[in-house]
């Protein structure tokens, strides 16, 4: 059984293939070093920050950034958000009808 590593190994390389670009070709568009990308397409660890250069190349960042859901975006974060606060009165109305107190001897 193929581990989760060797499996987007394999299927990057496929990828890359089928889009179709050279490990050289990839290597000039995205800025890594030829070597790195042999070395991940074998097998060996890359750093993320090269993988997300890589998956760029192939025009795949947003496939990477929806492999994590948003939060924010779930049915269940609509039932609980908090509502903001609102005022009684707006503050433009407030002074408006405000009328100046005055004693009964006064005009």
Known sequence: MKTTYEEITRKFKEYRIDYPLTQKELADKTGVSLRSIARFESGEDITLSTFIKLMGGLDLTENLVNTIPDQSRRPSAFL????????????????????????????
């Open 80 to 107: 609980y958000k908090e509502k903001k606060r609102q005022r009684a009165v707006p503050k433009k109305q407030r002074g408006k009808n405000n009328k100046k107190f005055k004693w009964g001897d006064e005009e």
